[in-house]
C-alpha cells in the first residue's frame, strides 16, 4: 500500500493529465505485479496489459480490498504517512431514479402517496438497478398510468420523465480515495462540513481529467468474516490455517459447489447461482472464474450455452481456427475482456496494448471509432492471418458483441479465488465459519436465521446465548454455535465485558450468583430480564424461565447486600472470626410460561427464535398446505397464487383515498418473510382472525423482486379451515413389529369414525 500510494501521474501546465513518467510506471507495475503474483496470472491468463500499457493515457482503477472493520483504519494511516491534507475521499452524487423522482414529484403536485406507491411498487429493481421510467411505463401493469386521464397523474409523468437522473443529494464515494503530492486544495476544490471528512468536489471522473490518481480502498465484509473464521478455528483447533498456501483442487470443497450448498459462499450464494452450480458441476477454480463473470447483466443469458458445452452436450464453435486455443477453456464463449484482448492479437497481429485500445472503443460504443476499428481489424486479419474480408466481419461483430458486456478476468479471478476459500473453510470447518458469518449479519433477521437453517442441514445446533459460554458475538465452540450476548436487546457491551471479566474466576452457578458478582452497575433488572428471556440461564438447569423471571428482583437485592456489606464475619463459640456470605435466595414456586409465551419473550429479546419455533407445533401443516417457501424462493411463482402458512410478526394499516383501512402484515415462516397485503374489503372481512402470532393460510397472487415478496391476499384460512378444505386425509407409518394386533384393530376402529371427508391410509 505505501508503494501505491506514492504514485502520482504528471500534470500539463493546463492541469490536463498527461502520460504517467517512466519511474510512475514502474511503481504502478510493481504495485500490479504484486497483484498478479499472489492470484497466480500466468496459470489463468490474466494479461498485465489489462492494466496498463505503452498506449494506455488514463490511469488504470487500483482497487484494495480490506476487512470491512479495518478500513478506516487504513485511511488514517495514509493521512499520517503523506499528511491530512494530502488526503481527502471523494465525493459522489446521488440521482433521481424512476422510483426516486415519481415520490419527489408526487409530493410537490400533493398525490396521495398510496397513488404514488401503487406506481412506484411496479417499476421493478433488475440487478439492483431501478428500470427506467420511460421502460417501466410499457409494461402492462402500468398501462392504466400511461392512459390515465387525471390531470395530476399526468403532470406526474411528464415532470418525472424530465427531472429523472438530475442529481438529488452528495455523499461519499463508498471507497474513493484520493492521495495528492501536496495539499489537496492546491489541486481541485475540497468539501467539507461540520460531521464529514474533507471530500473533492470533483467526482471521480473529473478527479482523472485533473491528473489525480484515484484508489479504491474497499471495505470488503467478507474479509472480516475470514479473519473472524480463521481466530475461531485457531482457538478451537490450535492450528493456525493459511489460506493462500490451501489446496485449490479439493474435490469435496467442488462437490459442495456441484451440490449448490453455497449459501453465505462469496459471490455464489445467491438462488439462481447455487441453481447454476447444481447445473454445472465445477470442477476447477477456472469453472468458478467464469461463472463469476458470466453472472451478470447481458452474459448470463449464456450461462446455459456454456453449461451445455461444458458437459459436452453441445459442440462448442469456433469461427476460425486460430480462436480455439483463446476460447478452448470457456468451451467457444467469449466471457471475459482479456479473451476480447487476445483474439485481436492472435487474429489480427495487434499488440495487447492496441488491442486493449480497441476493447475500450467496443465498450463505448462509438459508431465512428468502431467504424475506424472494424477497418483496421479486417485488413490485419488479412495480412496476418489471410482471412479474408467476409469472415474477419463475422469474427469482429462477434468480438464486439461480447466485447460490449464481457467482464474482467483478473476481477473474476481474484473473487473466484476468494470465493473458494470461503467454500473451503465452510466445508472444512463450518461451525466457525457460520458463526462468523452470524457475527456479520447480526442485524439482518433474514440472513441470520437463513444461517442458522444452514446450520441445522449441517447438523449443527445453534443454542441461545450462555451466560458460561457465549461471548459478545456468535462462537463455534465444540461443533455448536452459541449466540452472541451483545445481540440480545438492551444488554449493552459493558454487560457482556463485565460477565466475561467474573467468568475468569469460574463458572456462573445461579442468576443469584451472577448479580453478585458481575459489576454492580450493570446488574439491574433491564439487563437480567434480557439474559433470562433469552434463554442465557438455560444451561445451568436451575429452574424454569419463569422461575428465574420472578427471580428477578430478589436476584438484584441478593447482588446489592453481597457487594456494599461485603462478608459478614461473627465470633465462634471459641472466639474465631468466621466470615459467612448472604444466603442465596431460593426459586419462587411459579408455573413455566406457555410455550407460546416463552417463544414470544426470546423473540423479543433476540429477534430470532432460538429454542423452538411457533410454527413447529403445524409442522407438517406448513410443509404440506405452503406452495411457496420463503426460505428457498422459487422465482417460477412470481405473479402465480400461492399459498403461505405462516405466523403473523407485524401488522400496519392505514386509510386509503377512500378513507377505508387497507393493511400491509408481515408473515414469516422458519425462514424468510414476505409481506401480505389487504385492500379495504379483504381487510374488513378477515380483519377479526389478523392478530399479532396468529398462524394462519394466506392465499393470494404473489410478487416476487429479488428477495422481497408481496402476496396480495384473497383469502385467509385458520389452520382447522385449512385442515378441512385442504387436507385429503392422513397417512400413518406404523410399525409392525412394535405394536400388537389388538392395537392395530382399535386404531382401524377408531379411524372408522372420524369426520366424513376424512380418510386415513
Known amino acids: 500500500l505505501p508503494h501505491c ?5 504528471r500534470r500539463s501546465r493546463h492541469g490536463c493529465a498527461r502520460r504517467p513518467r517512466p519511474r510512475f510506471r514502474r511503481r504502478l507495475a510493481g504495485c500490479l505485479c504484486f497483484a498478479y503474483h499472489r492470484h497466480r496470472s500466468l496459470k489463468y491468463d490474466l494479461l498485465f496489459e489489462r492494466f496498463l500499457n505503452p498506449d494506455r493515457v488514463s490511469m488504470p482503477d487500483i482497487d484494495v480490498d480490506f476487512s470491512d472493520d479495518k478500513r478506516e483504519q487504513v485511511i488514517e494511516y495514509v493521512k499520517q504517512k503523506y499528511g491530512a491534507e494530502s488526503v481527502a475521499q471523494i465525493i459522489t452524487f446521488g440521482t433521481l431514479s424512476s422510483r426516486a423522482v ?13 397513488t404514488i406507491n401503487s406506481i412506484t411498487e411496479k417499476i421493478p429493481v433488475i440487478m439492483g438497478k431501478v428500470t427506467p421510467l420511460k421502460e417501466a411505463l410499457e409494461m402492462a401493469e402500468l398501462k392504466w398510468v400511461k392512459e390515465t386521464k387525471d390531470q395530476k397523474i399526468k403532470d406526474l409523468i411528464e415532470y418525472s420523465l424530465v427531472l429523472e437522473g438530475f442529481a438529488r443529494n452528495s455523499s461519499l464515494h463508498a471507497a474513493g480515495v484520493v492521495i495528492a503530492p501536496g495539499p489537496i486544495s492546491d489541486y481541485v476544490p475540497v468539501y467539507k462540513t461540520p460531521t464529514t471528512e474533507p471530500a473533492t468536489q470533483y467526482n471521480m471522473k473529473d478527479l482523472e481529467e485533473a491528473g489525480l490518481l484515484k484508489m479504491d480502498f474497499l471495505g470488503l465484509r467478507t474479509l472480516s468474516i475470514i479473519d473472524n473464521a480463521l481466530e475461531q478455528i485457531k482457538r478451537n483447533h490450535k492450528i493456525d490455517v493459511d489460506l493462500d498456501t490451501i489446496s485449490f483442487d479439493d474435490p469435496d470443497v467442488y462437490a459442495m459447489f456441484g451440490r449448490g450448498q453455497t449459501q453465505a459462499v462469496f459471490q455464489f450464494e445467491s438462488e439462481p447461482m447455487q441453481d447454476a452450480m447444481r447445473k454445472l458441476k465445477p470442477s476447477s477454480l477456472e469453472d468458478l472464474i467464469a461463472m463469476n463473470a458470466l453472472y451478470r447483466p447481458g452474459p448470463m443469458d449464456n450461462i446455459p450455452d456454456f453449461i451445455e458445452r461444458r458437459h459436452g452436450r453441445k459442440e462448442s464453435e469456433y469461427l476460425h481456427p486460430l480462436m480455439v486455443p483463446v476460447l478452448e477453456k470457456t468451451y467457444g ?11 485481436v492479437q492472435v487474429l489480427a497481429g495487434f499488440t495487447l496494448a492496441q488491442s486493449d485500445l480497441m476493447r475500450r472503443a467496443m465498450g463505448k460504443k462509438d459508431e465512428k471509432a468502431m467504424a475506424e476499428q472494424r477497418s483496421k481489424f479486417i485488413e490485419g486479419a488479412n495480412q496476418h492471418a489471410q482471412i479474408d474480408e467476409k469472415l474477419g ?7 464486439q458483441k461480447f466485447a460490449s458486456y464481457g467482464f474482467n478476468k483478473s476481477h473474476s479471478a481474484a473473487y473466484a479465488y476468494l470465493a473458494y476459500q470461503t467454500a473451503w473453510l465452510k466445508t472444512h470447518y463450518t461451525a466457525e465459519f457460520l458463526a ?4 456479520a449479519e447480526l442485524n439482518d433477521q433474514a440472513k441470520i436465521v437463513a444461517l442458522m437453517e444452514e446450520a441445522k442441514r449441517y447438523g449443527i445446533t445453534v443454542m441461545p446465548p450462555d451466560i458460561n459460554q457465549s461471548v459478545a458475538t ?4 465444540d461443533g455448536v454455535i452459541y449466540f452472541g450476548m451483545a445481540a440480545i436487546k438492551t444488554v449493552g457491551v459493558g454487560a457482556v465485558d463485565s460477565i466475561i ?21 450493570v446488574a439491574n433488572k433491564r439487563i437480567l430480564e434480557a439474559l433470562v428471556c433469552s434463554g442465557a440461564f438455560d444451561s445451568l438447569r436451575n429452574g424454569h424461565r419463569a422461575q ?8 438484584v437485592e441478593y447482588a446489592k447486600k453481597t457487594q456494599q456489606g461485603g462478608p459478614t464475619a461473627m465470633d465462634s463459640l471459641f472466639g474465631d472470626a468466621e466470615v459467612t456470605k448472604p444466603v442465596e435466595p431460593t426459586l419462587p414456586p411459579v408455573e413455566p410460561w406457555p410455550e407460546r409465551e416463552r417463544l414470544h419473550k426470546e423473540r423479543e429479546y433476540l429477534n430470532f427464535y432460538i429454542s423452538g419455533h411457533p410454527l413447529q407445533e403445524f409442522a407438517m401443516a406448513v410443509q404440506s398446505f405452503s406452495t411457496l417457501n420463503l426460505g428457498r424462493l422459487d422465482t417460477d411463482k412470481h405473479e402465480s397464487v400461492v399459498r403461505l402458512c405462516g405466523i403473523i410478526s407485524d401488522i400496519r394499516t392505514r386509510l386509503d383515498k377512500r378513507e377505508n383501512t387497507i393493511a400491509f402484515i408481515r408473515v414469516e415462516q422458519y425462514s424468510g418473510a414476505c409481506e401480505c397485503v389487504f385492500w379495504s374489503d379483504k381487510y374488513k372481512q378477515f380483519s377479526e382472525i389478523l392478530k399479532p402470532d396468529a398462524i394462519l393460510v394466506f392465499v393470494g397472487k404473489c410478487e416476487i423482486n429479488g428477495q422481497n415478496v408481496k402476496i396480495y391476499v384473497d383469502d385467509v384460512l385458520t389452520m382447522q379451515q385449512a385442515e378441512q378444505r385442504l387436507a385429503k386425509g392422513y397417512v400413518l407409518r406404523i410399525d409392525p413389529d412394535r405394536v400388537q394386533e389388538s392395537q392395530l384393530k382399535e386404531l382401524r376402529d377408531r379411524c372408522n369414525i372420524g369426520e366424513a371427508n376424512s380418510s386415513l391410509t
Not at 415519481?102 to 398510496?114: M, N, Q, S
Not at 466481419?393 to 468480438?399: N, V
Not at 456468535?474 to 465452540?477: G, H, I, R
Not at 428465574?548 to 436476584?555: D, M, R, S, V
Request: aromatic content about 8%; hydrophobic content about 50%; cysteine-free.
Open 436 to 439: 462468523a458469518n452470524m457475527t
Open 102 to 114: 415519481l415520490k419527489d414529484v408526487g409530493r410537490v403536485l400533493g398525490i396521495d402517496l398510496a
Open 548 to 555: 428465574l423471571f420472578a427471580a428477578i428482583e430478589p436476584a
Open 333 to 343: 464463449v467469449i466471457v471475459y475482456q482479456e479473451q476480447v484482448m487476445q483474439l
Open 5 to 9: 500510494a506514492r504514485l502520482h501521474p
Open 501 to 521: 471479566a467474573s467468568r475468569e474466576e469460574g463458572p456462573f452457578t445461579s442468576i443469584f450468583d451472577l448479580a453478585s458478582r458481575i459489576d454492580p452497575k
Open 474 to 477: 456468535f462462537v463455534a465452540k
Open 393 to 399: 466481419g463475422q469474427i469482429f461483430d462477434l468480438i
